[in-house]
């Protein structure tokens, strides 16, 4: 089964996976990752359920040296995967772009620059974001053999599972969207 690629040249961008139950990679086990880039180069998503425990916006600000000119709340940072995971990424609606903004969707884009930093810190940033550290990544066509070995499933994106804050039900939640019970699922790809 070849997965189809849109008139953009994408073929998930946009989509959210969901970990099957099965996953044996222990750094996206039960993860949800929302898919920035997939074509023919390979993949590249960030995990929209996992956060780092010990930093904050606030503190990434502060490391940066970045002044804030309004009360920011204490909001997570998250692991946004295992690939660089010293680099920043804003997954954000599209109320903000600029130059270096890669528009994903109409409905989400995703800017890696540290000006977006400062327009959140300044109140002038985009409406909901998600700030990660790190990404997932995937070389030419290690996606698509993963989907066929039964680790991911696919779904639809919407502003809820991306941008909730709402964690420990976002896999759950995920599944029940595509209609999927994980208890009932399978680790074991199936051939008929």
Known sequence: MALSEDSNGSYL???LLIAMPGMQDPRFARTVIYICAHNGEGAMGLVVNRVFDALTFPDLLE???????????ATCVYFGGPVETGRGFVLHTPDYVRDG??????????????????????????RRHLLALGYAGWGPGQLDS????????????????????????????AMAKIGVDPRMLSDLAGHA
Do not use: C, H, Y
């Open 13 to 15: 961008a946009g989509q």
């Open 63 to 73: 490391q940066l040296g970045i002044e804030a000119s309004r009360q920011i709340d």
């Open 101 to 126: 903004t890669l528009m994903v969707t109409k409905k989400v884009a995703l800017t890696a620059t540290v000006d977006i930093l400062r327009s959140i810190a300044a109140g002038d940033g985009p």
């Open 146 to 173: 993963e989907i066929r070995a039964n680790g991911w499933l696919s779904v639809d994106a919407d502003d809820s599972l991306v941008f909730d804050r709402d964690l420990d039900s976002k896999w759950e939640r």
